[in-house]
DNA sequence: CTACCATTCTTACGTCGTAAGGTGACCATA
DNA sequence: TATGGTCACCTTACGACGTAAGAATGGTAG
């Protein structure tokens, strides 16, 4: 009679997938045992069954989510080897676009999950198929960094998806700020001036991942052969 | 007579200097105040006198190693800009060698210092100076992500100076490794072969660095004008 | 019914950040 | 000299965290 309430089975997948889904709704700080242990209406040792400690959870989250980014390389190989790499990064920003704290968690992590190797092992193939030397194909992973993952390294505005600086201009003084920062606040002048769109932000964090994705395919073009 | 211990008075200076010394040599994870206060002789509720809280603590160190990396511009702009910001970012990169643990700190703070925007307004003015427009300096500041500020997003390896893979690949069944990752496998062994040095780990982050920094000064000098 | 085993829970420890308030040294004023 | 105030540091305590140790539950096989 009482509130039989959701008595499914724990496993480790239900973990890694409620873990996930935490995190996605309340950011990864609020990833701890105890909240992820009553998301699942279970006591926060009973998880300890199921995975050895927290690491071994936050391996198993970002392998997990790492999957999914690897899952999407369907279509064969017969395009240029350029359009082939920025589909799949593309691809995968949208996997980071919906889980926004994977990229600080594996910059974090001390281990890679064993997934990754294998998916930037058919970035190498894809590279030395088209031509591209060993030693030109290892640069060129190190150059991408962290965009086969479908992330960059953005400074400004890592959390907020509008940005921060233009929250802080409005609250500043405009004239003390364009004094200190003359170049900054030229800038940004001119880049809202002439958005189209400016409701949005005047930075728009997909083209400027294009941006940077095609700066690099294109000098490595260059470099190629 | 009894020991005087050290009683040079605290200030928020020497608890910051303190602090980054302490995760210069334990790591940033051994950054507790009751840590750091035990390097002070001093209990931990005194810090809260000098700093409100932790989140504090932690962004005054950011923002000492920042104002670091900004001090080191003092050549007058003479030169191509390529070589002038080339300069810059290298130098930047000699801090963040002797302190590993900032970039992934930079990273996980959510406010930025403010002398982080100085220091991009130095680099915006040195991109429009040399002919840049400011919706192309805006890119261009995307494009180089951390490298300003001395690091780039190194997936590999991201804390071990040699690399964790050869060590995996020593464990692991070379054979099986071979197998499941054949394009990682031979670039390894290709590198492993040519390279000057080989006791050095065959990922050089210093040329891997400056490599990426060149690709991207270069495409960009090609965009400009 | 009983013995077993997989799964979950209870209790407790040490560490963390930090709120609340106490203690002593120093110093200006009366 | 006595008084009160402010600065700098300390004591105690609380709740949240990860997790070690072992007890309870409940289903299944003999």
Redesign the interface.
């Known amino acids: 009679m009482a509130a039989k309430a959701s008595r499914k089975p724990l496993s480790r997948e239900r973990v890694l997938a409620a873990a996930i889904a935490l995190a996605d709704a309340q950011g990864i700080q609020a990833l701890t045992m105890r909240r992820l242990a009553s998301d699942l209406n279970v006591e926060a040792m009973s998880l300890y069954y199921h995975l050895p400690d927290k690491e071994a959870l936050l391996d198993g989250v970002v392998e997990t989510v790492i999957a999914e980014v690897g899952r999407l390389d369907p279509n064969g190989g017969d395009e240029d080897w350029r359009t082939r790499l920025r589909q799949q990064f593309l691809a995968a920003r949208q996997v980071m676009v919906r889980h926004p704290w994977v990229?600080?968690l594996?910059?974090?992590?001390?281990?890679?999950p064993a997934s990754?190797?294998?998916y930037?092992?058919?970035i190498?193939?894809t590279l030395?198929g088209a031509g591209f030397?060993?030693?030109l194909?290892?640069?060129a992973l190190?150059?991408f960094?962290?965009m086969p993952?479908g992330f960059?390294?953005?400074?400004?505005s890592?959390?907020s998806a509008g940005g921060?600086m233009e929250v802080d201009a409005a609250e500043a003084d405009l004239a003390v700020m364009a004094a200190?920062?003359?170049?900054?606040t030229?800038?940004v002048a001119?880049?809202v001036h002439?958005s189209t769109d400016p409701a949005l932000g005047w930075?728009d964090s997909q083209i400027?991942f294009e941006?940077?994705l095609d700066?690099?395919l294109?000098?490595?073009e260059r470099l190629r052969g």
């Open positions: 990229p600080g594996l910059g974090s992590r001390r281990t890679i990754v190797y294998g930037y092992d058919g190498v193939g030395v030397s060993y030693h194909a290892h640069r190190h150059a960094g962290s993952l960059a390294q953005e400074i400004f890592p959390e921060s200190a920062l003359p170049h900054l030229a800038m001119a880049e002439d930075c400027e941006f940077t700066l690099l294109n000098g490595l």
